[in-house]
Structure formats: C-alpha cells, structure tokens
C-alpha cells in the first residue's frame, strides 16, 4: 500500500500538479511491472486534459 499525499498546494499549483502525479504514478506502475517507462513530459501532456482547469 501506498500512501501519497501533497500539503501545502495552492488550488493555483494544484492545477499543474494532479496530471503530475497522474504521470508520476503511471511511470512507478510501469517500472513496478518491469515495463518501459514512459517520458512524463509526454505522459503529463496526455493525461492534462483529463483533469478540470478550475478558473
């Protein structure tokens, strides 16, 4: 089990953060399985838009 836990976010860098971690989570899944890891500058691209832009 891990636990993953951001403190101290602004709404404002939360923004840029969630599709970070989602990238972030997805490249320790693929290292995990012995996969290839994705570029999290391309993964974070990928899954951005999956995510609210809060205004």
Same mark, same amino acid.
């Given at each position: ?33 012995? *996969?290839?890891? $994705?570029? =999290? +500058? ?6 951005? *838009?999956?995510? $609210?832009? =809060? +205004?």
């Amino acid at each position: 089990m891990l636990t993953f836990t951001h403190t101290g976010l602004s709404e404002q860098n939360a923004r840029g953060f969630i599709p970070g971690t989602h990238a972030f989570f997805d490249r320790l899944e693929a290292w995990l399985d012995d *996969a290839e890891i $994705p570029s =999290w +500058s391309d993964r974070y691209a990928s899954v951005a *838009a999956s995510y $609210p832009a =809060w +205004s």
